[in-house]
């Protein structure tokens, strides 16, 4: 770990206080917190599925993770580029375990149900799910079942994977490793609770894409916070994940004038990462070992998240203070299943 004198729930202090210097810096990489928790060719037997693997931080995620000896599964829009990407990582890792594609529009429940369906006929166990796919800052619109999109895609389409997969996960988890659901949300959630009187934003004036965004994010966090305190006792824990900044595909909605206006701040460009480092968040709470039997953590910089010290700032690490909603998170709960038209385990 990067020092001795820090606790196992903030083992990279040194790392991320020390002075950032962008992309490549000194800031973990998921392949490192796989290395620090003796993870790398120490999972044969263990079965691991990611939405969204073929870019970014997804497809870091299954190249790291792939490393561990896990069967690793994803799932993607476009299947020829999702057997390019396994064919790549393939030949690169040391991993011996299956890497296998699965395809999943985020944008129809149906597919999603399908895709859930097709991972149980060829798997009958999972460990960990990752939860990673996403979109920001969408115009207006709506997925093919008339849920506001980011809602829609961030959300309900992975809570209705998530609940379609959860008996599995219980019937997986054991005495040395309870099976682990990572949500990756994002600082965002700040912009937003969840609106129950107008979940799709609907009214007039209602809709502004990040605030959609923000209510999908903060969905995500209830969602993991929800299943770990229910599931945690049947074991299946659950973690919420900021990743920090990272250029990616995330940003194909963002107005270029604020793009180019980033571009110019080179503070806010020291703190960029990685998708590698992007993903050690991810790898963190899916693979940490101070994690085991415990969960219902919002996880930035690799340790539990302290609150905001400042809402409108776009790199603090900190949470919103509706994060830690039990009322919010049993209504989500309830509602998200009737949305997603999936039995609630």
Known sequence: MASTDVDAFNPYRDLYEATPKGPGDARPTAMRVLEDNDAIGKWQGRVVLVTGGTSGIGEETVRSLHATGADVYFTARDMDKAEKVAGEIQKSSSGTGKIIGIPMDLDSLDSVKEAALIFLSKSKKLNVLINNAGIMGTPQSTTKDGHERQFGVNHLAHFALTA???????????????????????????????????INL???????????????????????????RVFGPKGVHAYSVQPGAVWSGLYQYADPAMLE???????????????????ANTMWAAAGKAWE???????????????????????????????????????????SGKLAGVALP
């Open 261 to 279: 206006e980033w571009g110019k701040d080179s503070a806010l460009m020291a703190q960029m990462q990685s998708p590698q480092q992007g993903a």
């Open 293 to 335: 039997g415990t969960g219902g953590k919002y996880i930035c910089n690799c340790r539990i998240a302290p609150p905001s010290q400042d809402m409108a700032a776009v790199l603090d690490p900190g949470y919103a203070p509706h994060a830690y909603d039990e009322e919010g998170e049993n209504r989500l709960w309830k509602l």
């Open 164 to 198: 379609l997969l959860l008996p599995t996960m219980i019937e997986s988890s054991s005495p040395s490793f309870s099976s682990r659901i990572v949500n990756v949300a994002s600082a965002a959630h700040r912009y937003s609770s969840v609106v129950f009187d107008d």
């Open 202 to 228: 609907s009214q007039p004036g209602a809709y502004e894409p990040y605030r959609a965004y923000g209510q999908s994010k903060t969905a995500n966090i209830w969602t993991a916070n929800y299943i770990d």
